[in-house]
């Protein structure tokens, strides 16, 4: 029998993918040169055992062979993780060894690619193994390279939507072993993750649950259009299970604070309105009086509109009118 979790997050919680424990974490910081120390948060090329990320919007070269196995000088027998959200781009014969237990994960939005001497002018081993080569061509996500991964949990799927007054983001796990938690990353492209959010597993069990995570207006997250779903085990690995693009109505406003304070502002946020078109804001009581009425342009709307509450305390309606759409919402002033 499934089971439901609602939690509402009224705040929020900023991780980085910098807290995943690892050797040391290494991300690139700007485009550039593997050799090259400024290209690296870290001060210094990459080492053994190190989390690499190269996040999105970043392009990364790979100017020198890099060495990170068994057989390298000095040796390195510790699993070195790449994770590539931007690109990594092999300049031509250059070639990349890691050890055992490593992977290269390339995400949605990212992409691995060769250089110009196709074949095996570059290379990818994996515990000496061949992972990929140039004449494989390009590379984008989700891709992953590497000893297979055995999931902490049975993944069954993820739902995003939002309405009116809440985006709420559900998934569904047949079981969990020693799986610690989930990682919830928002975007508005689908390619930039800036922000996210952990939530604790329930721990082990046999039987289907049900995740739902609640986020109301007041939180930046609502206005979030894709998130992606990462699962963590208990060696603080993290293993990518689905990105969603957010459901929503065509068109629909956030009204917030609400209740609202008599002599306060209240903000209103359209989305999905036509930038052009000119929409009529008309403010009104539960008796059909009106007390406010504010013509704004769609864009106006989208980057959102201000209104000055004067009026005695008590349920009104905000209304939003353009073209055939017409939008009601319940305001409380106090």
Partial sequence: MNKLIIISVF????????????????????????????????????GCGDLIIIPAGITLSIDVHVNLDENSTPACSTATIIQVYGTMDFSTGKKMYLACGSSVEIFPGGSMNPGSGGGSSNLLYICQTEEWKAGDGP??????????????????????????????????????????????????????????????????????????????????????KYVK???????????????????????????????????????????????????????????????????????????GKEIEINGESGMYFLEIKGGSQVIREKIIIQ
């Fill in 11 to 46: 705040f929020s919680i900023m991780l980085n993918s910098n807290e995943i424990v690892s050797a040391a974490v290494c991300n690139a910081v700007v485009s550039g040169n593997w050799s090259n120390p400024a290209t690296w948060s870290c001060g210094s090329q990459p």
């Fill in 139 to 224: 590379v984008t996500g989700y891709t992953r390279f590497g000893p297979p991964v055995v999931l902490s949990l049975e993944f069954k799927g993820m739902s995003a939507k939002r309405d009116q007054r809440a985006l709420e983001v559900q998934w569904l796990t047949g079981s969990e072993a020693n799986n610690t938690g989930f990682r919830l990353e928002f975007s508005n492209d689908g390619v930039i993750w800036n922000h996210s959010l952990i939530i604790e597993s329930i721990g082990d069990h046999t039987e289907e649950y049900e995740y739902a995570v609640e986020f109301d207006q007041s939180n930046e997250f609502f206005y979030s």
């Fill in 229 to 303: 779903l990462t699962s963590i085990d208990e060696n603080n690995h993290e293993e990518f299970l689905a990105i969603s693009k957010i459901d929503q109505p065509l068109i629909f406003f956030t009204c917030f604070p609400n209740p609202v304070l008599n002599g306060k502002k209240l903000h209103v946020h359209g989305d999905g309105l036509e930038d052009k078109l000119d929409y009529q804001l008309i403010l009104y009581n539960s008796s059909g009086k009106i007390h406010t009425v504010e013509n704004v342009s769609g864009l106006e709307l989208s980057s």
